[in-house]
């Protein structure tokens, strides 16, 4: 049985990204997020429902919507909720 990316593929729908898979193995994905004309590499893990891009970490449930971290953002260092519940690190974004 392959990879579930359901979850995954519900998220990128939401904000009109394109996945393009590179590997698909056990409870693992790879490949690269398009968006906006900019491309960068992700990896998904099925079992945890968790997206790692650069310098990002986002947890998923089921239906692809972003589960909030532990806690509220930090607003020392200008952390914001984005608007679906994950964080946006552009100014103005609530």
């Given at each position: 049985m392959g990879t579930d990316v359901k979850a995954l593929?519900?998220?990128?729908?939401?904000?009109?990204?394109?996945?393009?898979?590179?590997?698909?193995?056990?409870?693992?994905?790879?490949?690269?997020?398009?968006?906006?004309?900019?491309?960068?590499?992700?990896d998904y893990d099925a079992a945890a429902r968790v997206i790692e891009l650069p310098?990002?970490?986002?947890?998923?449930?089921?239906?692809?919507?972003?589960?909030?971290?532990?806690?509220?953002p930090d607003r020392k260092s200008g952390e914001r909720w984005g608007e679906f519940g994950g964080l946006d690190e552009r100014a103005g974004r609530t």
């Open positions: 593929a519900r998220w990128a729908i939401g904000r009109g990204y394109r996945l393009r898979f590179t590997t698909r193995q056990g409870q693992r994905a790879q490949g690269i997020l398009t968006a906006e004309g900019t491309q960068q590499p992700f310098g990002r970490r986002i947890q998923i449930d089921e239906y692809g919507w972003e589960v909030e971290p532990s806690g509220p």
